[in-house]
């Protein structure tokens, strides 16, 4: 759903001001840009690892953990990108969040897409599952 946002960040800021109490929780997936065909009309923004981990921090969570995983429908390509978050600490005296680029992420994405083909066609039954 976060991909379909036109602003990730400010949704996550309201999320976080108006819905979770300090000791609630954030749970977030999304489509990896690394191993799934993510680019379509309806997804705004594409998330890798870094970039997801980024935005929430931006909107001023704390990670727990991040995993890249293929379920339901694969056990083999790392479709997805499942993060867990907790509410952090506002950035104080309007510090500025520093962004920090991601490097090789057209190599990153065409070797993840390759490794996608291969799995599929070495291991057919294991990269996509039944529905």
């Known amino acids: ?7 990730p960040v400010g949704y996550l800021v309201e999320i976080r001001q108006r819905e979770l109490s300090g000791s ?14 993510c ?6 923004v594409s998330f890798s690892p870094h970039t997801l981990t980024q ?3 931006k909107a001023g969570y704390e990670l ?9 429908r694969s ?3 790392p479709l997805y990108l499942t993060l867990l978050a907790r509410p952090g600490q506002d950035l104080q ?4 969040f520093r962004v920090h680029a991601e490097n090789g992420v057209k190599t990153r994405r065409w070797l993840g897409m390759l490794r996608r083909r291969l799995v599929t066609r070495l291991f057919p039954s294991r990269a996509w599952l039944p529905y």
Do not use: C, K
């Open 24 to 37: 609630g929780w954030l749970l977030l997936e999304v489509p990896n840009l690394y191993a799934h065909d």
């Open 64 to 72: 727990v953990a991040l995993e890249p995983h293929g379920r339901p």
């Open 39 to 44: 680019f379509e009309v309806a997804h705004l």
């Open 55 to 57: 935005v929430v921090e």
């Open 93 to 96: 005296g309007g510090a500025e």
């Open 1 to 7: 759903m976060l991909e379909h946002l036109p602003d």
């Open 75 to 77: 056990e083999l390509i």
